[in-house]
């Protein structure tokens, strides 16, 4: 479930952001006339671009690891109730049984 909703805001993030038509970071290239130019631009815009998806990966990696993390916990303390539960119910039968007289 976690997972699942980080997904779904991260694919949010994205497509509200591609939306946008400026991107902070990016030049803009269509403006230089010589070609060499040009091409350096396009080349940092690129090396920016793939920045910026390494530091996205990172950061999705590490959300996804939290959460894994915390889905263990929430699994192992599942596990403890469900022991806990399993006690309570042989106890509540022990209880219930007809006790022998004693005479």
Same mark, same amino acid.
Request: proline share 2%.
């Given at each position: 479930?976690?997972?699942?909703?980080?997904?779904?805001?991260?694919?949010?993030?994205?497509?509200?952001?591609?939306?946008?038509?400026?991107?902070?970071?990016?030049?803009?290239?269509?403006?230089?006339? &010589?070609?060499?130019?040009?091409?350096?631009? $396009?080349?940092?815009?690129?090396?920016? +671009? *793939? #920045?910026? !998806? =390494?530091?996205?990966?990172?950061?999705?990696?590490?959300?996804?690891?939290?959460?894994?993390?915390?889905?263990? &916990?929430?699994?192992?303390?599942?596990?403890? $109730?469900?022991?806990?539960?399993?006690? +309570? *119910? #042989?106890? !509540? =039968?022990?209880?219930?049984?007809?006790?022998?007289?004693?005479?």
């Amino acid at each position: 479930m976690t997972i699942r909703l980080l997904a779904l805001l991260a694919g949010l993030a994205i497509a509200a952001s591609a939306m946008a038509q400026d991107v902070r970071g990016l030049e803009i290239c269509t403006a230089e006339k &010589a070609m060499d130019r040009r091409t350096g631009c $396009l080349q940092s815009n690129v090396e920016f +671009l *793939q #920045q910026e !998806l =390494a530091k996205q990966t990172r950061n999705m990696q590490a959300k996804f690891a939290e959460a894994n993390r915390e889905i263990a &916990a929430h699994k192992a303390e599942l596990a403890a $109730l469900k022991t806990a539960l399993a006690k +309570l *119910q #042989q106890g !509540l =039968a022990d209880l219930k049984k007809p006790k022998p007289d004693k005479k």
